[in-house]
């Protein structure tokens, strides 16, 4: 269980009202309904259709549905952490590294990381990643601590106000060094993890790329994603005539890099209980070549 805070901005008639201002989803509302002890106001016990004023101080109890992550084995392992607050977790993920756990990888992954970390930092919260990562992308992820910040993160994510940039070294030199590329991805027939450019039965897929700098043989391409499906970086790239090297789905071509060079550095959004407007920026762990 997780206690927030809040001081009131001005008159509501109830806090039921503030605290969907707040994005409060209804089930942690009928929660709260239905935990006597779990609302107040200036300290003492109240109910959702109490007003507040100015100046009041509301307390919430944010009680967790479900397990914290008991079927995740804790794993020590490499963990850079950007920033950590009591809501939110960012962390810069390695290569290699998958974001949950698998049928033959159960302790091999940042879920598996996380969870040794939380536990050194006596907390507990189940794993709510809000951004996945391939695999073999390197970049920013954020986790949730609780269900109140996964809701609204969630809520974000899907209505693209969490804005990501990528880069990535792609083969090839670009003609055109700036762009956008709209054509619907889905999935290819008889496989369960390919996809391909389908115009007949792809969902649509907008990719801008802009090209950062240039060797003989490869492009280093800044790329902002305004839809997110599977793969969209590197079918999108590959549609182009430019697919990015050492991917072992797409492009097995492993003669200048050994891991697929592509990273989320950026990231930007609104914290979901402060408000407070937060950006990170990373170093991608690749050269151009």
Not at 226 to 250: N, S
Request: glycine share 6%; aromatic share 6%; charged share 25%.
């Amino acid at each position: 269980m997780v206690w927030i805070s809040y001081s009131i901005p001005k008159e509501y008639r109830s806090v039921r009202a503030f605290l969907k201002e707040k994005r409060y989803p209804r089930a942690i509302l009928a929660a709260l309904k239905e935990n006597p002890k779990g609302l107040c106001i200036n300290g003492g016990s109240a109910k959702l259709s109490d007003p507040v004023s100015v100046g009041d101080r509301v307390d919430a109890a944010i009680i967790e549905t479900v397990s914290a992550s008991d079927q995740i084995v804790p794993r020590e392992g490499p963990l850079d952490v950007v920033f950590e607050d009591e809501h939110l977790l960012v962390v810069n993920k390695t290569h290699h590294m998958a974001i949950h756990p698998s049928l033959h990888h159960r302790d091999m992954s940042l879920a598996n990381i996380v969870s040794a970390h939380a536990r050194k930092r006596h907390e507990s919260y189940p794993f709510r990643c809000i951004n996945r990562l391939d695999r073999d992308t390197t970049g920013l992820v954020i986790i949730a601590k609780n269900r109140l910040a996964a809701s609204i993160l969630t809520q974000d994510i899907a209505q693209r106000r969490i804005h990501r940039e990528y880069s990535a070294v792609c083969r090839g030199i670009f003609e055109q060094k700036e762009g956008v590329v709209d054509m619907p991805i889905g999935r290819v027939e008889g496989s369960v993890i390919l996809r391909e450019v389908n115009e007949e039965r792809g969902q649509r897929a907008v990719t801008r790329y802009r090209v950062l700098d240039e060797s003989e043989t490869h492009s280093l391409v800044s790329l902002v994603l305004e839809t997110g499906r599977c793969h969209q970086i590197r079918v999108h790239m590959g549609y182009l005539g430019h697919p990015l090297p050492a991917d072992y789905l797409y492009c097995e071509d492993y003669s200048s890099y050994a891991s697929i060079p592509l990273h989320a550095g950026k990231i930007e959004f609104t914290h979901p209980i402060t408000g407070d407007e937060m950006f990170f920026s990373t170093e991608q762990p690749f050269v151009l070549i």
